[in-house]
């Protein structure tokens, strides 16, 4: 008998993570989908109609993470598709602009219908176009800092700020609902100095778990 046989290898686990984007309309939803997808920034992404979907797999340990991201389309005419991306979502990413203080504004709503079809999600607030925003008034900016924070705290949600185009806190996001949803333990340190592109996210986000999640694959993980 040939002892020299190597064994044979343990098949991976995957593990399926559906994530939904919610927001008004040109807040930077599919930028963020893409860029986390595919690497790609286009400034001349057309408007979202209906829902799109992009999934990407990444291998944690010896697991498989595949990722199905929904990204709908912020017109209110689209507001009877929300079921799509947020019914059996383990993680809803709601997205505002940080240039544009009334989509922060209208995240409660969002909030409030989207929870409705789903409790047990991941919530996440994310800023987007830091780039852009780091130049405005700095009593403008603390204002809006200050309101997120609130708005975070109240759902219960961890707060990023993120520049797709200049590559800001968009790898985080992800890494966020993976910590969330499997207890895992995160090395990046939070930023919470007012003007800076905030990631906080320690204490936030705890409350919720996907029955979905129970497999943990953190054991896997070094």
Request: charged share 20%; net charge neutral; proline share 5%.
């Amino acid at each position: 008998m040939d002892t020299n046989i190597p064994p044979l290898p343990h098949p991976k686990s995957t593990f399926t993570i559906k994530i939904g984007l919610i927001g008004d309309a040109q807040v930077g939803k599919t930028s963020l989908m893409v860029k986390y997808v595919e690497n790609v920034f286009d400034e001349e992404y057309t408007q979202t109609l209906g829902v799109n979907c992009l999934s990407k797999k990444i291998t944690l340990g010896s697991a498989d993470i595949m990722f199905y991201i929904m990204d709908l389309g912020g017109q209110r005419e689209f507001i009877n598709m929300l079921p799509l991306a947020s019914e059996g979502a383990k993680a809803i990413i709601f997205l505002f602009d940080l240039t544009r203080p009334e989509t922060l504004k209208s995240i409660k709503e969002w909030h409030r219908q989207a929870t409705g079809f789903n409790e047990q999600a991941v919530p996440l607030l994310v800023g987007t176009k830091y780039d852009l925003f780091v130049n405005m008034d700095p009593e403008l900016q603390s204002q809006i800092s200050r309101q997120s924070m609130r708005y975070a705290q109240a759902m219960d949600a961890p707060l990023i700020f993120c520049s797709t185009s200049h590559s800001i806190n968009v790898q985080k996001i992800f890494k966020i609902i993976i910590a969330k949803l499997y207890n895992l333990t995160m090395r990046a340190s939070e930023i919470k100095q007012i003007g800076d592109p905030l990631l906080i996210y320690k204490y936030l986000g705890g409350t919720r778990r996907s029955a979905s999640a129970s497999s943990d694959p953190s054991n896997a993980s070094n």
